[in-house]
């Protein structure tokens, strides 16, 4: 019996050694329910390099390319004058985002293309002996900067809102002719065909008060002309942002921009 005891004493002391040694093997934020270890999930956005999980006063930065599709509404032309039509003007280019504590700034360059196939036009004031067809292949080269802000629905998605400014370069031509009435007659300006020279084929619309005949190019702001030289961007929009690991984010936006026209937009973006 005393053997007995001796082995027994025995047997428990090591089991106790080796439950103390495990317990101080266990890890700092880890429990142990029915002997297996769970980890404690609040820490795991801070460890897994790939989550979308952003800290506080922590600074982020993303670059990518965006994609934007503006409409000029035919009312916009129709406050400066009569006739015009609506106009795509698809926009691309380069960004750059900082982004800290829910807030972003965008930095971007984007090039526009405002052309439009050759459409009737004239001044409110202007009798219907004034409708020329006006065409361009006018470019703008913006650079502009977004500022928005964002209330996350999880770490992965977010609704964001915020506005954008920006000034443009603007390059390319402004071609314009005068017009007589075409099948549709004098009532219907988008029949109008263009004159060919002073007087032909019809005197009275092709007239000679103005030298917008064969191949007449607007002059620029600089030249005394209405073709602009510069053209700002002033926006509001808001969106969905992205962002399914640390190293992709995307944008969905929707804005309007107050000089052009509501526009849409897609950008890819690659954290740094």
């Known amino acids: 019996m005393k053997r007995l005891a001796i082995l027994l004493g025995a047997v428990a002391g090591v089991l106790l050694s080796t439950g103390a040694r495990a317990e101080e093997g266990t890890p700092e934020g880890e429990s142990k329910i029915a002997g297996v270890a769970s980890k404690d999930v609040s820490t795991t956005g801070f460890e897994d390099k790939n989550s979308p999980f952003e800290k506080a006063n922590t600074t982020y930065r993303f670059i990518g390319a965006r994609f934007r599709y503006i409409i000029v509404p035919q ?20 960004e750059f985002t900082i982004r800290r504590n829910g807030f972003e700034y965008v930095l971007s360059a984007m090039y526009a ?70 099948s549709g007659g004098a009532g219907d300006p988008y029949t109008y065909q263009p004159c060919a020279s002073k007087g032909v084929p019809e005197p009275t619309f092709c007239g000679p008060d103005n030298d917008h005949y064969g191949g007449y190019t607007e002059p620029s702001w600089a030249n005394g002309g209405s073709k602009p030289i510069v053209f700002p961007w002033l926006s509001l929009q808001t969106g969905l942002r992205w962002k399914p690991v640390r190293q992709f984010m995307a944008r969905v936006d929707v804005g309007w921009n107050l000089l052009n026209g509501p526009f849409f937009g897609l950008a890819l973006n690659y954290g740094l």
């Open 75 to 94: 009312f916009y032309m129709g406050l400066f004058g009569d006739g015009g039509t609506t106009v795509g003007v698809p926009a691309f280019g380069p």
């Open 113 to 182: 293309s405002y052309a439009m196939d050759p459409t009737p036009f004239k001044a409110k004031s202007d009798p219907r002996e004034a409708w020329e067809i006006v065409d361009t292949d006018v470019k703008a080269l913006y650079l502009m900067s977004d500022f928005l802000w964002s209330a996350e629905a999880n770490p992965s998605l977010a609704f964001i809102y915020g506005a954008g400014f920006g000034i443009a370069a603007v390059f390319g031509d402004i071609h314009r002719v005068q017009a007589y009435p075409g």
